[in-house]
């Protein structure tokens, strides 16, 4: 049995023998139940369009549906309901708001780490692949290029179902094993910009002094950090946001200099300077 996952919001072109299906739980086509009563046994994976429940497997991030920060507090909240499980974000390459890049990075300012989710792309080079850095990269909201490795791709939206064309995913191997613990490894630090005292997020902007502040503030709540867990992310990189920093740093044995340059960006995403 191989490791595709085809879907349609028409069940019914959908053929047997696959390991799994992808469905959804809400929106104007709901069509898991009928997928468990068409394909029992196999596995269902259940998608929210709305983002309303936390019941379903994973979230369709797109235009239309939850944008990145919304996925990401998905995500967050179904760890809070589910601990243990690994989500499923749903999200192309390209879309501005909706992108993977951009969901990555919001899942990471909220503390999230690659071994506790699931990344699904969709990207149509009508060629079976899986998303990795040698072959799908795409950007964030700075125009920074950001590579990393997905846990499947639908490759395709033309591919011959039952009476018409339905989508297609290709797999991991790991993607229905249990979590295994991970990091941000792939997430490129040198393409995150050196931030210090003086600098502001402005209009416009990916929010970068912002995100700085939620993992600054994070890093000293879960390490006891009195000078980083209070921080406040208004945006703008001032003498608090400097000590906070500091504290960061000197706590995980960095250079103490208040600047976020690409080593305490890394201890922020993974725990490690790298």
């Known amino acids: 049995m191989t490791r595709a996952m085809p879907d349609s919001v028409s069940p019914g ?7 799994a299906y992808l469905g959804y739980v809400d929106g104007l086509f709901v069509t898991v139940p ?3 009563s068409k394909f029992p046994g196999r596995k269902v ?4 369009v709305t983002g309303a429940t936390v019941r379903a497997d994973g979230i369709d991030c797109e235009p239309g549906n939850p944008d990145a920060a919304a996925a990401a507090a998905w995500v967050q909240r179904k760890h809070a309901a589910s601990p243990g499980s690994r989500p ?4 192309d390459l390209e879309s501005e708001g909706y992108s993977m890049t951009e969901v990555i990075a ?3 300012a909220l503390g999230i780490t690659r071994g506790q989710v699931r990344l699904l792309t969709a990207h149509y080079t009508k060629t079976a692949h899986i998303c990795g850095p040698q072959t799908c990269a795409g950007r964030d909201a700075s125009g920074a290029v950001i590579t990393f490795t997905a846990d499947g791709t639908q490759w395709t939206d033309e591919f011959a179902g039952l009476g ?8 991991s191997d790991g993607f229905f094993s249990a979590p295994v613990p991970a990091q941000w490894t792939e997430f490129d630090m040198s393409k995150l910009p050196v ?18 502040q939620a993992l600054t503030a994070l ?10 867990a209070g921080l406040t992310g208004d945006g703008v990189f001032g003498a608090a946001t400097d000590a906070a920093v500091r504290a960061v740093q000197a706590h995980y044995g960095i250079t103490e200099d208040g600047i976020a340059g690409r080593q305490t960006w890394s201890v922020l995403l993974t725990g490690s300077p790298g």
Request: aromatic share 8%; proline share 5%; no cysteine.
């Open 106 to 108: 919001e899942l990471a």
């Open 13 to 19: 072109r959908l053929p047997g023998g696959y390991l």
């Open 88 to 91: 499923i974000v749903y999200a």
């Open 195 to 212: 931030l210090k005292t003086g600098d502001a997020d402005k209009p416009g902007s990916f929010f970068h002094v912002h995100r700085l």
């Open 45 to 48: 994976v259940g998608l929210t």
């Open 164 to 171: 018409g064309p339905i989508d297609m995913s290709l797999l």
């Open 219 to 228: 890093a000293g709540a879960l390490n006891g950090l009195h000078a980083a």
């Open 34 to 36: 009928t997928l468990h």
